[in-house]
């Protein structure tokens, strides 16, 4: 069985630009999670959602915003970028909205100059 | 808030040996989990080990053990006979427990463990 597929794998975009990350869960998982891991520090939590719906955010700007298809894929839109947007952005997929089986995928580097 | 510290950003540990990480947490709540994730140079996080709040008994999985002290908010990673395919950065995080809510992960700042010949 395929893991949890993010793409692209890396990616670099300019200062005011959009960018759009987007996240494959394990088949059969409802819930997507988001984290953005900056160099050095440990991921911070941006987005939940379980079943289209959003469940919870993290302490990030409006610029940030996502939404979950009805295949359970997931996309991470982030807007006006800036140069501290830059980091390892992390998906990470689950049955339902619990702690027990979060599987991560390998992540989305993006930096911006 | 929940907040989550590992006061060692870099340990070694020769293969074969036994290694200790360190993780604090400071949290009002009763009901969460907490976990050790792995992070070798592939990006990818993986799931070493988990600890339910409400149990006493530490959890181990195979190598891999924790000391958990609820009262002292305490929860540390013994690896026993270390490998070189254990060197990585390792993260503690936490989970609290609340219905209709996100079930986000709360990470510390990471330890990165070498291990060597």
């Known amino acids: 069985d395929a893991g949890v597929t993010q793409s692209p794998t890396h990616l670099i975009k300019t200062r005011g630009q959009h960018v759009t990350l987007r996240c494959s869960p394990i088949?059969?998982?409802?819930?997507v999670s988001w984290y953005q891991q900056v160099l050095g520090q440990g991921p911070q939590f941006i987005f939940q959602?379980?079943?289209?719906?959003?469940?919870g955010r993290g302490n990030f700007p409006d610029r940030f915003s996502a939404r979950q298809f009805p295949n359970y894929s997931s996309e991470l839109n982030v807007n006006a970028l800036l140069l501290g947007d830059s980091a390892l952005y992390l998906c990470?997929?689950?049955?339902?909205?619990?702690?027990?089986?979060?599987?991560f995928g390998s992540g989305t580097r993006l930096t911006v100059v | 808030a929940q907040t989550v510290t590992q006061s060692q950003p870099e340990m070694s540990v020769q293969e074969a040996e036994t290694v200790t990480l360190s993780c604090t947490y400071d949290t009002s709540e009763s009901n969460y989990y907490l976990f050790w994730y792995k992070q070798p140079p592939s990006r990818q996080m993986i799931l070493v080990i988990r600890q339910e709040a409400y149990k006493q008994q530490n959890a181990t999985e195979n190598r891999f053990s924790v000391n958990f002290q609820k009262a002292a908010k305490s929860f540390s990673l013994k690896i026993s006979d270390s490998q070189l395919g254990d060197t990585a950065m390792y993260f503690c995080?936490?989970?609290?427990?609340?219905?209709?809510?996100?079930?986000?992960?709360?990470f510390g700042t990471g330890t990165r463990l070498q291990v060597t010949l």
């Open positions: 088949s059969g998982h409802k819930s």
């Open positions: 959602y379980y079943e289209k719906e959003e469940r």
């Open positions: 995080a936490f989970m609290k427990l609340e219905t209709g809510t996100a079930s986000k992960l709360t």
């Open positions: 990470a997929s689950s049955l339902r909205d619990s702690p027990y089986g979060y599987t």
